[in-house]
């Protein structure tokens, strides 16, 4: 605390990003990172813009980047808006499009980044809990509120809703908008993107740090019809007119359009998903059902934070979340199949 900072400042509670630890003989199954990393075309294009010359802004709006997204997805480039990175473009959508006089819903048990962005914006929120199994029930929504969002497949427990259950949520409030943070959504999960062109209120967002390996690089998006993307542009030109530089312009470009590697490494990664799940259930572990690049995993005789230690003690880092109902489980990365196999060693031994 200080004398000097703003009344707003002592109010929030920062979120808590995973580690990134100094040394890197450390197994990394802490903050969903992908362990094959970025398309080699992504990297040369990037090469490429740094010799190109760096003298110049970079274009204000993304407009390369959100060409080629929109073509993929039948979209207009000014159905899709781009950022640094999927927070920075969620803080502009809790800022332009969720703060209204009723309380914006989202999971109990979902991404914690939420209330801090609601904490920092002054939004009104409702927690909506999970139900017994820790799925999302839409008929819960169905009550009076402001706006919606939740990620799908959801975080941390990994467990995605069908495409039409969230069809039903979104026309159910046709008066509110509805979010979908589809984080991991290229990792099993269907994509409500189709729904853009029936649905006014719907707006998705997406990421290159997780199925597209460059959480380095720092590039989301969202997707929507035009009046919510500008709603966003109007905030971005009120803070900062270039959140993406020319490196990661050239580097998401290449990335999307290197169709093949992501989906490869998109495979690979699931099947060493169902690899680890069969690995912890035969340790006794229980596995929730997952759609994303990581498992949510708890052990009935150990506490996640014994285990959490043990690991760490091994040179393995994943991570655990506190909350009554999730304080036993670990959130455990899919990295390749090695270090896999050392968890699982590890947890053996443990
Ligand atoms: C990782 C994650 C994000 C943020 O990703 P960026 O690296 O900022 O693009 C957003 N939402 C959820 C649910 C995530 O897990």
């Not at 139900?131 to 819960?140: P, Y």
């Not at 590039?219 to 030109?237: N, P, S, T, Y």
Request: overall charge negative; proline content about 7%.
């Amino acid at each position: 605390m200080s004398q000097f900072w703003s009344p707003i400042v002592r109010t929030l509670t920062p979120y808590v990003a995973g580690e990134q630890p100094a040394i890197s003989t450390l197994i990394k199954l802490n903050t969903n990172e992908n362990p094959y990393g970025p398309s080699p075309h992504a990297l040369a294009a990037m090469r490429e813009a740094v010799e190109d010359g760096l003298r110049l802004y970079p274009d204000p709006s993304g407009l390369p980047l959100r060409t080629v997204i929109a073509e993929t997805h039948g979209l207009e480039p000014d159905q899709v808006f781009v950022g640094n990175g999927s927070d920075e473009v969620l803080a502009h959508t809790f800022q332009a499009l969720l703060n209204h006089d009723k309380p914006l819903l989202f999971p109990d048990i979902s991404y914690s980044f939420y209330p801090t962005y609601c904490r920092l914006y002054g939004i009104a929120y409702r927690n909506v809990p999970l139900d017994e199994v820790m799925r999302v029930n839409i008929a819960d929504y169905r009550q009076d509120c402001g706006a919606i969002i939740l990620p799908n497949p959801n975080a941390p427990t990994g467990i995605a809703l069908p495409l039409g259950e969230i069809e039903t949520l979104v026309r159910d409030h046709p008066d509110q908008v509805v979010v979908i943070d589809e984080a991991y959504v290229d990792f099993g999960a269907e994509s409500a993107v189709s729904l853009i062109k029936t649905c006014p209120n719907l707006l998705v967002v997406q990421t290159f740090s997780k199925s597209r390996g460059l959480a380095g690089l720092r590039v989301g998006f969202a997707m929507g019809q035009r009046h919510l993307i500008e709603a966003l542009e109007r905030v971005k030109d009120s803070f900062n007119s270039y959140p993406l530089d020319r490196l990661a312009l050239a580097g998401a470009v290449a990335s999307w359009q290197d169709r093949d590697w992501f989906e490869r490494h998109r495979d690979l990664l699931m099947n060493s998903r169902e690899r680890l799940a069969i690995g912890l259930r035969d340790l006794g572990f229980q596995v929730l059902p997952s759609s994303a690049n990581f498992v949510f995993a708890r052990h009935p005789d150990k506490s996640g934070m014994e285990l959490l230690h043990a690991l760490r003690e091994r040179s393995i880092l994943v991570r655990r979340f506190a909350g009554e109902r999730i304080e036993n489980y670990l959130r455990i990365s899919i990295g390749t199949d090695a270090e896999c196999d050392k968890l699982l060693a590890a947890l053996a031994e443990i």
